[in-house]
Every structure is written in C-alpha cells, then in structure tokens.
C-alpha cells in the first residue's frame, strides 16, 4: 500500500520526516488494511494515534492500486 501526504503529493514510510501545512511530521506506523487504514504521526512534537487515511482503489492517477491519503 502507497501513503500519499495530500498537501505536498510525498509517499510517506515509516520513520520519514516532513513538512506540510500541519507543521513538522514525522510517520511513526502504518497499520494498511483493505478498506481502511491509519497511521501513527508525530506532529510538531505531539504523537497522534491511529489517524485515519482515505483508501482508494479508483484514482484516476493510482487506477487499480492500493492507495491511502493523509489528509491535511
């Protein structure tokens, strides 16, 4: 499963570090699943637990693949 920030189009793994609108993230764990999926993020120093991401089999530009969406 591919991770895309919905603010800077970056796949996300584990342990990366960026910055979006939110400020400094920093991905801790993804938990994929088939219809639904969530992840660990550390946003300017908080820890956020079990965010939920938009899982999509049919976009346009991932047609036919496993995608999440962090939204921001």
């Given at each position: 499963?591919?991770?895309?920030?919905?603010?800077?189009?970056?796949?996300?793994?584990e342990g990366?570090?960026?910055?979006?609108?939110?400020?400094?993230?920093?991905?801790?764990?993804?938990?994929?699943?088939?219809?639904?999926?969530?992840?660990?993020?550390?946003i300017n120093?908080?820890?956020?637990?079990?965010?939920?991401?938009?899982?999509?089999?049919?976009?346009?530009?991932?047609?036919?693949?496993?995608?999440?969406?962090?939204?921001?």
């Amino acid at each position: 499963m591919k991770v895309i920030d919905c603010n800077t189009g970056l796949e996300l793994r584990e342990g990366m570090s960026f910055d979006n609108v939110d400020g400094h993230i920093e991905v801790l764990k993804v938990y994929p699943g088939l219809f639904k999926a969530s992840i660990d993020l550390k946003i300017n120093g908080k820890k956020c637990k079990n965010t939920p991401l938009i899982v999509r089999w049919t976009h346009p530009s991932f047609f036919f693949q496993h995608i999440a969406f962090l939204p921001s």
